[in-house]
């Protein structure tokens, strides 16, 4: 099981960018499946990114060309970059790590605002 710890997240205006956080503990890190999950006011969660252990991606069709997902196993973190940033992206941004239906993580969330 992971400890997960996201970063990064604050108020920025439309059209700017934002670099996501996820310090991750354990030393298995390497063989998680990686996710961003974002969670708007009266939405559902959703799943903005995901990274495979082996650097593989996938996006919300919302987000394709916009944000992008990266690791750097050595440090055991993952990354989310957001950029042209947009009103509808303001969410809690939360950080998942799964391997197999054994082990599914979550970090506490951290606030992205996009507002004027």
């Known amino acids: 099981q992971l400890q997960l710890v996201e970063s990064g997240g604050g108020l920025v205006q439309p059209g700017g960018s934002l670099r996501l956080s996820c310090a991750a503990s354990?030393?298995?890190?390497?063989?998680?499946?990686m996710g961003w999950y974002r969670q708007a006011p009266g939405k559902q969660r959703e799943l903005v990114a995901a990274?495979?252990?082996?650097?593989?991606?996938n996006y919300a069709d919302s987000v394709k060309g916009r944000f992008t997902i990266s690791r750097d196993n050595a440090k055991n973190t993952v990354y989310l970059q957001m950029n042209s940033l947009k009103p509808e992206d303001t969410a809690v941004y939360y950080c998942?790590?799964?391997?197999?239906?054994?082990?599914?993580?979550w970090g506490q969330g951290t606030q992205v605002t996009v507002s004027s």
């Open positions: 998942n790590g799964r391997y197999s239906f054994l082990y599914n993580s």
């Open positions: 354990g030393r298995t890190f390497s063989s998680y499946f």
């Open positions: 990274i495979t252990s082996g650097g593989g991606t």
